[in-house]
Structure formats: C-alpha cells, structure tokens
C-alpha cells in the first residue's frame, strides 16, 4: 500500500513538471488573480486583481484621448482614478493588440503587436524564478517565486508618477541609486511628464519642494519637526496620516501610513501644480478635497504660461493679456493654461509699437534692470523700443526692462494691500489703437453720415419724444411694485452704461438716475440663455421677495438677448471697500457695526433658505456682494441669480465666474450644491469681517498666511484678542468676537453635514455648546 501511494505521488509531481514546462505561454484566465507567472502575458481587457480588490493593473485610455496606458487604478472607486502609470511617454494604440509580458528573465516587457513587434515598456531584470504580483497597497512587485524568499527585484513604488501611495517613499537610495519623486500629468487627458514635481530637499533636509520643470521652487511644506511640516500647520490638530523620516548617509525618504485603515485616500501632484489630497466618499461617490497645496493656484510657477496672468479671484484664474490670444485654445477650454498665449498681431519693431498698462500687479520673472543709464519712464519706454526683443518695462526708482516671454504675472484685486506695481506690455500700435489714416477716413465718413440722415433722425426724436419722456419716468408696473423697462430708456437713464459701479458674479453694474430722480444701479447680465417668458417669471417672482437685509429689485428689462436689473442703488457701496480699501477714504468699521452687519447677513440668507416658496441659495457670498445703506445696514446682492441661470448656474460659477477663496469643497469636488455651500462661504466672509483682512493675505515677510488656520489656532488657545483688525485697536466685546470666530469655523467645515443650518434659533449659546450634525444657529 504504501509503494502505492509513493507511485501515484511521484506521477503527480511528474505531472505537474511536465505541464509547467510544456505550456509556459498561457494568458490570464478571466478568473481575477493578482500574479503575472513567468511566460504569462496580460492583454485587451484583461487585468490583474490585488488580493483583497483594493486596485487593479491594466489598459486604460484617459479622456477622449483613444490613447491607451498600462496603469494601476483604485478598483473600489467608481470613479476611474490611476495611481500609476508605466508607458507615459509612448501610449498604444490599441490594447487588443498589446502585451503585458514577463519574459523568462523575470523581466516585464511591454509589447505592441501590430504593425510590427516593438518594446513599449520594459522593468530590470530580474531572476527565471521571478514574478509578478500587484499589492493590495497599489505596488507592482517583480520578487522572487519562491514564498520563503523576500527578494524584489523591481517594484513600481521606486517608479512614481503623480500619486503618492501610503507605504511608498518619496526621497532618495544613494546605495540603490534610486531618487523617487512624483510628476504631474501634463493634462486631464495626457499622463506623459508635465511640467511640475514634488521632491524630497536635495541638500538632506527633511522637507519636501514644489517644483516647476524641476528648476524652479514655488512651494515648500517646510521642515519636518518630527509631528508636523512647519508650512503645512493644520496638520496639528487630528491629522489624517502617520508621517515616517529616515536619513542617514545613505538615505533620505519619507513615508507615511492612513490611521483609518478602511478609507481610500488619494495624495495627488495635479497637472495644475498643485499638490491635493483627498478621500472617496463612497455617500456621494466621489473624491472629497481635503486639502491643497499652496492654497492659492497663482503661487504655482508658470501656472498660465507665458504672456498670461493670474489672478485668485476670477474664474478661471488665468487670463491672456490684452493683444494675446491663447495659443492651445483646446487646453485652455479643458482647465489648463500651461501653453499660455500668443500674439495676435506681431511687433513691427518700429515707432508704431506701443504700451498697454497694467496696474496692480506682481511683476514677471527674470527682469533686466538698467540703474544709472535711465531716469525716467519715458526713456525707459524709449529705451525698451529700440531693442524688438524687449517685451515690458518698469519704471519705479528705476527702469526695468523684460525681454521673451513674460512669466508668472500675476494680478491683484483693486482693494488688495500688496507691494503691487504698474507694468506696461509691448504691444503693435493697431492692439490699443486705429491708425491714422483709418481714424481720419472714420471721421470723415461719420460726419457725411451724420449730415445726411439729419433731418430722419430729427423726425423721429420729435415725435418719439413724448413717449420716451414718460417711459423713462416710471416703466411699466407688471407685478406689484416691479417695473418693466424698455432698453432704450435705461440706456439713456444710464448715459450709455458709462458710469460703471463695479463687476457681479453674472456681469457689469452701473449707476442710472431715472428721470423722476430715482438713483438706480443697473446690471447687464451676461452668458444668459434663458427665453425671455421665462425670464419674466422667475424675474416676478424676485421681485416679490422683499427683506430688510435683501437689495430691493425695483425692475428689469427683457428685450431680444438683452438681460437687464434694476435694484436700487445704495449710497454706501460694497462691504470690501470698508474691509479691505480704507486707503480711498472709506471710514473704519467699529466692532459693533462689523458684529450687526454679521446677524444682518445670516438673516438675509437665513431668509432665502428657509423663509421663500422655493429655497433660493445664493452661491456667491463674498464682501463685494454685500451692500450697505445709508445707515450701514448690510443687504445681501445678486440673490437669485443661480434661480435665473437655470440649470446651467453650476457650470457658470464653477467654470467661468466663480470666485476663488470663498467655494466650497462641494464645488471643486463636483457634488450637489445646497444651501450649506452658502453657509460655508458665510464663515470666511464672517473671519475678514473680524480681521479686516481677505483671508488669504501677505505677511510683512512675504508669506502668504491663510487666516482660518490662525482663527482656530488661537480659539484652542483662547487668545482671540489678536485676530481682531488692527485698525480697532482691541476695542471690541470680548464674548461676540469668540462668539463670531466658533460660528466662523464652525461655518468652514469640510463636509456639508458638519455645518450648521442658516435658520436663526432662539438661543445662540445653547446651540454652540452642541455638537450634532444638523444644531440651528444665529448670531
């Protein structure tokens, strides 16, 4: 019996061998498994699983690209998200004809197919014995097969490209040879190596860089002091991961580890620059941001390209100069600006060049300065126009001149305090202005024209005067106290829309006086695209909302493609000229008149939630559309104007006028919007009320300081005293100033569901001192 049993154990064995060796070129069944064997190829839509489902290894196209990619993606989030990839420089053209292959030197080759055979992309090689396993951490290893061995011959954790794993190291291996650093993404579409990477401090500091074409530094997370990067200070306080330095001779590294090991977090370097973290909310099924690094997108070098500046309070950020015209319009339609712009009209290197003027701004990089042999600014424009390759000058207590491309300008608000300058930009003459012989035949051709159409156009005045008269003095009464004008007449009550107050989220404002001496503000909306009965509804409707701290919409026109509001105009201008522009005269808001304008605001919006027939969420909360009176009462403007775009106000804001700095997360990461998105850009408006700064601001050394980071800093530290504007000296109640900053905070919290309601409570202490989702709140 046992003779027996030896034999049949034998043939087993033999058996085995034999169907190792004489069928090595098998392919992946459609059974999942997260090992590639020696002689196994991966092809078409063939993968590999991780043990445990949390990634997935195979071909994938980005976009609309139809360019294929052998990556590694999170096989748990619906969202297609890749956390590497191997063939960034050479895409496929077709996965069906590709091979993922590991060769019988324990290599991984891959191959396309057709028309010829050619290697893609290949790994190191390895041992006969090796193979080919996919991590449930997201990591490629080629080791050995035998399971005592812990050899690894090649893994993809020593190959990142723009996602930084947990239990991966970024840094360098002087022994191995290795220096592990992430790379953007050169677009949404396009995985090959763009133009920024995050990289450990060369020189063995424990700190990571931001770099732009890995030569120029614009972001550093600063030292490591064994808890917290001293840049990244909201790391103090419960933060999400396990950090884990080691240096010595021969090492330089950092990894780190979730402390909640059932979340999927994502530690990305943007193809933006930007360096952004986040977590999947398998809720809503989508990425939450958490995080972004630097906060602001201009900090980013070269972020839009050559001839273009950026500004962090418009949407989008970048923007081509005057006379420049995007050079990649369809990079610039899908987000990116990298490209920058271009000429629309060449120098012609002569006397016809001329200069557009810019004021407040940073200037651009790489300035040529000339110190003794200019002393004004005439020479130094003169000076620029004799040499074509200049671009820009400056002249503050000296001339500076810009040859090539202009880089990295950036634009400040008008109220922003800043060490901001004037820049005039080369431009040929025709950009700013006609040529002479144009203008003088323009001339001439509109005084024949005037002359001969006299005595018509003297005809029609006369006998449309009467009616224009009355027109202009009331409008017609459509719906209670709202009014229906016509264009012409707010045209003329606005002299031409020449006397422009300001620019909304939806367009430009301007000042009109109606003939019975009523003082109105105007507004053009723009990108509307609504029919006008259905404009008319929603417009009567607005105009039976009426609240004291709401702006009062006396009328609107509708006529063909023109869109116009008409609100009553408030003598004391907008909130940020007293927060921010105090240098154009504007009086110093007291404590007391900050802390009423505060509940005023919360009512109006409380109002618009939860007091209308259809709760109406504002979706732009900023200082420049908040009102005040003459009596300093604050009125909440441009209410309504999600409700009048209509289904497409998300895109609007978000895409083309959404004010960076007071979204929230819930935008960037595409989720609904409700009226909590309100309540969170309530808490910053209600931290630059006590500061008197925009929370985003330059410190005397110029660093930028983001004010909510201080704000609960200093609430642990029960030392609130010191966020107050400097202009009130500390005169301010005690209690309402810590009052204000809890609501503030309490008012920014990531997720929607940890913020309060806008709906006012009876008591505001009780509902502080709770902490449950869902607690109402009033100031």
Known sequence: ???????????????????????????????????????????????????????????????????????????????????????????????????????????????????????????????????????????????????????????????????????????????????????????????????????????????????????????????????????????????????????????????????????????????????????????????????????????????????????????????????????????????????????????????????????????????????????????????????????????????VLWFGDLLNLKRFSATAKSNSATLYIRLAASELRRPKEEWKMYKIVVVVLTIAAFAVIACILLACAFRKRKAVGTGKQISGSLLLFDYRTIKRATSGFSQKLGSGSFGAVFKGVLQDGTVVAVKKLEGFRQGEKQFRMEVSTLGMIQHVNLVRLRGFCSESDKRLLIYDCMPNGSLDLYLFGRNDGSETLTWNQRFNIAIGIARGLAYLHEKCRECIIHCDIKPENILLDTNLCPKVADFGMAKLIGREFSRVLTSMRGTFGYLAPEWIAGSAITPKADVYSFGLLLLEIVSGKRNSNMNDDGECVYFPLLVATKLYESDVLCLLDEQLKGEANLEELERACRVACWCIQDHELWRPTSRRSRSYSKHLRRSKIGDEISL
């Open 1 to 399: 019996m046992a003779g027996t049993s030896m034999k049949l154990l034998h043939d087993f064995i033999f058996l085995l061998i034999f169907s190792l060796f004489s069928f090595p070129k098998l392919n992946i069944s459609a059974a999942a498994t997260d090992t590639l064997f020696r002689g196994q190829t991966l092809s078409g839509d063939q993968t590999l699983v991780s043990r445990y489902g949390n990634f997935e290894l195979g071909f994938f196209s980005p976009g609309n690209s139809h360019r294929y990619y052998l990556a590694i993606w999170y096989k748990k989030v619906s969202v297609r998200t890749t956390a590497w990839v191997a063939n960034r420089d050479k895409p496929l053209s077709n996965p069906s004809s590709s091979l993922l292959k590991l060769t019988t030197t324990g290599k991984l080759v891959l191959l396309q197919t057709a028309p010829n055979t050619t290697v893609i992309w290949s790994s190191e090689s390895a041992s006969s014995a090796a193979i080919a396993v996919l991590g449930d951490d997201g990591n490629l290893v080629v080791k050995d097969g035998n399971s005592s061995s812990q050899t690894t011959y090649w893994q993809s954790f020593d190959h990142p490209t723009n996602t930084y794993l947990p239990g991966a190291k970024l840094g360098y291996d002087k022994f191995a040879g290795i220096n592990r650093f992430l790379t953007s993404w050169r677009s949404s579409d396009d995985p090959s190596p763009g133009l920024f990477s995050f990289e450990i401090n060369p020189r063995g500091v424990s700190q990571f860089f931001l770099y732009s074409n890995r030569t120029h530094e614009y972001f550093t997370t600063g030292v490591w002091n064994g808890k917290i990067f001293s840049g990244v200070p909201e790391m103090r306080s419960n933060y999400f991961f396990n950090f884990n330095y080691v240096a010595n001779a021969n090492v330089n590294y950092f990894s780190f580890a979730v402390r909640d090991k059932s979340a999927i977090t994502n530690f990305m370097l943007d193809y933006d620059g930007q360096m952004k973290r986040s977590q999947w909310d398998n809720n809503t099924k989508q990425w939450v941001l958490y995080g972004v690094l630097p906060r602001n997108p201009c900090d980013v070098y070269g972020i839009c390209g050559p001839f273009s500046s950026c500004s962090s309070t418009t949407s989008p950020f970048c923007q081509c100069l005057r006379g420049f015209k995007p050079r990649l319009l369809e990079e610039w339609n899908s987000g990116g600006a990298s490209s920058g712009c271009s000429r629309r009209t060449s120098l012609s290197c002569d006397e016809n060049d001329d200069f557009d003027m810019l004021f407040g701004v940073q200037m651009p990089t790489n300035p040529h300065q000339l110190v003794a042999a200019v002393r004004s600014a005439k020479q130094c424009g003169q000076t620029c126009l004799k040499n074509c390759s200049c671009t820009a000058y400056s002249f503050n207590s000296g001339c």
